[in-house]
């Protein structure tokens, strides 16, 4: 009978863990979903990286444009700012 425990124990113990390999928190199909999820998030990410440099480009490019725009006034135009006073040097 002793010898008869031992190889029972182990068909057991070796379904359990072959359960666990399979329908079990760690298991293959479980890992397969969760790494397709991560690849969906890594393009999302990338996705809004791009967008978000887009933003960035787009906001450092008005920036500068208006101030080319007002330095372009103030030197052709001689435009000024409310309350500011304007000193014109010549040499």
Do not use: C, H, Y
């Amino acid at each position: 009978m002793g010898r008869r425990l031992v190889p029972a124990a182990l068909l057991v113990l070796l379904l359990v863990l072959q359960g666990q390999l399979w329908f079990g928190r760690g298991s293959l199909p479980n890992v397969a979903r969760l790494s397709n999820e991560l690849a969906a998030q890594q393009r999302s990410n990338a996705d809004a990286a791009q967008a978000n440099a887009r933003l960035e480009a787009e906001i450092r490019d008005l920036r500068e444009g208006l101030e080319m725009v007002e330095e372009k006034a103030r030197s052709e135009l001689g435009m000024v700012k409310p309350n500011e006073i304007f000193v014109q040097v010549t040499k």
